[in-house]
């Protein structure tokens, strides 16, 4: 798991509780969890799709599902994949094994799941068999196979799916295009996911569903969606995001400046790929609001006991064509995953969470959610995160893209270490779409302009790559000890107590560089500013409690 319990035993402390967690086997919430690979942040409550769809008009018809679950519970805006080339399974706790399916059967819930791989029918009282296919006669208008990405990997195809009659023939009718859709497999899987929280009786066992969807899944399908999905985004209204060579001159050598995929295609079609893709993420939201509709339908009710949890997450982002790449890198559009989560009486309407976390805490959140002792600490529990009005200092989540490359986020920067030993360093204050590596000498100026120094980048560098390595070990060895379990927020004297010593600290420091996180440096980057004030004043009276006794 790319966010180690260590990262958050000490925060655990100084919120002085965890959130709301189920006592008794009756106040258990039943939980339902939808995994959709590929969607990263074009949802729209994570704004990825406002530069590629700037008329709101338009973007609004991405993801309204999604934009209503968002109104609902928490947004975690920086969840970041385990990772981009190989994705665990999301119910994984990381061992062998070791499955919350598995611990949640145990506990007594009842457990039906639909997209699961082949060899994890343990643990599942109910398993649906996921088809993919669309029943309906149909036939796809799509653009050409075998676009070579990074890595070769291919876009397998893109396109729309239209209705065909008995004779083969396109079929326009309303009624062909509602059958087309609903026929596809996502919108199956949903539809029974939905029918399975509808059905649960107020008397019967607590029940966890998991649906899986395909979705916008690069290479093993590919964009493509019923031809209605396409005609919401027209080819008109779409904005490319702009894929300029020259950003790959301050890459470090290596594979990543070669084989990129951009330079193969023409405008046109990357302008074709960007609507089809737009397309597959809007069929998806299609679906995933079947699940939302019968989670608000129960949950409105008085009946607490048919209270459901709704988790809705993918296992990475997709690229569009940003730096040549349209899969399988270390970067920001990789790596950005969705992450909602919706608990009645936990989760609050409209949250936004902006600490960096991992997908791999969403087995172990899931667990604590339901009142089951889990094989990992409670650190991994994303829910001690919700008390935090901003974002949580000094914590990163790890990405690798195979043993290719691994990528390291925290709330501001990105380090990215190749296989190679070759290093880049993004901040995202000032950099959003990574566009200049700040260890390359050619971007000496931008240093200036984002206002550091050379010292205080190599400060950060130094920082970031101790983190990868503690995220490496915590990888290697679960509950590997992490040098910033004592990370409490505006304790820049270290007392373990977040006072007025704590202000002067930070007024002698004013404007001086320091080591990453120390004397006064509550953001995390390497330098005393008006900015770190705000973090002790938000945590002044906190201190940190004894760890609990095992």
Known sequence: MPFRAALLVAFLAIAGALAPVPACAADKPNIVIVVVDGLGDLATPLGGANAILPDPEYRARLTPNLDRL???????TNAQAVDTLEPPEVLSLGRDGDSVALLLKAAGYTTAGTGLPKDAEEGWDEVRTYEQKAVKPHRIDGGPKNVELNLGWPIPTWGRLVPIDKRRKDDQSIEAWEGLTESLDDQLAAAWAAEQVRTKGADTPQQFVYVELLGPAVPYRGFVAP?????????????????????????????????????????DDRLAVIQAYLATVSAADYAIGKVVDAVEELNSDEVKSNDWTLVVVSKRGTPLGQKGVWAFSPWEAATNANLMIYAPQITTAEQRVTTPVGIGSVAPTVAVLAGVESPRPTGDNLMSLLPIKEHLPGVVALTTVGERALSVRSHRFRLVRYDDGGEELYDHDHDGEELFNLLHPSQAAKVKLFGMSETQVEAVKQWLSQRLDE???????????????????????NDGRVDAADS???????????????????????????????????????????????
């Open 70 to 76: 968002a109104m609902l519970g928490a947004t975690f």
């Open 227 to 267: 031809g209605v999905f396409f005609d919401r985004f027209p080819l008109d209204q779409i904005k490319v995001p702009p894929f300029d060579p020259g950003d790959l001159k301050d890459l470090p050598e290596g594979h990543w400046k070669k084989g990129h995929a951009s330079a193969s295609l023409s405008d």
């Open 471 to 493: 995220a490496l070990a915590q990888r290697a060895k679960p509950g590997h000890p992490s040098a910033i379990d004592d990370l409490l927020p505006g304790d820049f004297n």
């Open 504 to 550: 002067t600290v930070w007024r002698d420091n004013l404007g001086k560089e320091v080591p990453v996180g120390a004397a006064g440096d509550g953001d995390f980057d390497g330098r005393v500013e008006q900015d770190d004030r705000p973090i002790w004043l938000d945590n002044y009276g906190r201190k940190r409690e004894p760890a609990p006794v095992e």
